[in-house]
């Protein structure tokens, strides 16, 4: 089992609709969560933190279910350039659990 | 402010050959990482160093890969002999290791093709 699941999509929506994803993860000793976000052929770039007690950002929201390992993200009023891959991240054993482990992330495309 | 910066941006080589990724972290970061990434397997850890001693070498793949922290503003991934199945996207991230909550900063990252 991978330690960081993720649907690989591509989630196909409108601009302007509501899109979620999900991820798992297998590690119950695992801290902080994040999801980062990757253009094509481009870095990752940290999208935002993922908090226990649910975070938002803007027209982003992150929430956390320890007791079921599960990670989501909610992108509300979808804009063209929302179009990117998005990976859910994990920190893994290591010290001071500076060890990221990356899904293989969930590809959206927005259209007109 | 300067990213993290990677050189080459992109490498083709042949088989056999040895091939050296180079990266500038963030100034003031004093942890670096390595990463592979690949259509198949995603965004691998390969290595990374806390002031610029190797913590953790468990994601290299295999002896042909080697990497060195010589100071605080450079680092180096080698891989000789080279083979096809190496050819992926090579990142390079640092952090700050004090902040709360450890973002890395990744670097544009390196295409590496062997032929």
């Known amino acids: 089992r991978k330690e960081v699941e993720q649907d690989p999509g591509p989630f196909n929506v409108p601009e302007g609709a509501t899109v979620a994803f999900n991820c798992t993860y297998s590690?119950?000793?695992?801290?902080?969560f994040f999801w980062y976000r990757q253009d094509c052929r481009k870095e990752p770039k940290l999208l935002m933190s993922v908090y226990s007690s649910g975070n938002e950002d803007g027209r982003f929201t992150a929430q956390l279910n320890r007791a079921s390992q599960y990670i989501s993200l909610l992108i509300r009023d979808s804009k063209l350039s929302d179009s990117a891959t998005y990976l859910c991240?994990?920190?893994?054993?290591?010290?001071?659990?500076?060890?990221?482990?990356f899904g293989t992330g969930t590809r959206l495309l927005v259209s007109p | 402010d300067a990213g993290v910066i990677q050189s080459p941006r992109h490498e083709v080589t042949e088989m056999g050959q040895e091939v050296t990724l180079r990266c500038k972290p963030i100034?003031?970061?004093?942890?670096l990482f390595w990463y592979r990434q690949t259509m198949m397997r995603g965004l691998e850890l390969l290595i990374y160093f806390n002031n610029n001693v190797p913590i953790d070498d468990s994601g290299m793949p295999e002896d042909r890969f080697s990497a060195k922290m010589p100071n605080a503003s450079f680092s180096t991934l080698k891989i000789q002999p080279s083979e096809p199945r190496d050819s992926a996207v090579y990142f390079c991230?640092?952090?700050?290791?004090?902040?709360?909550?450890?973002?890395?900063?990744f670097g544009p990252g390196t295409r590496l093709t062997v032929l």
């Open positions: 991230a640092s952090s700050r290791r004090d902040s709360s909550y450890n973002e890395q900063f």
């Open positions: 590690n119950s000793a695992s801290q902080s």
């Open positions: 991240v994990v920190n893994g054993e290591g010290t001071g659990f500076q060890k990221l482990v």
């Open positions: 100034s003031g970061h004093n942890s």
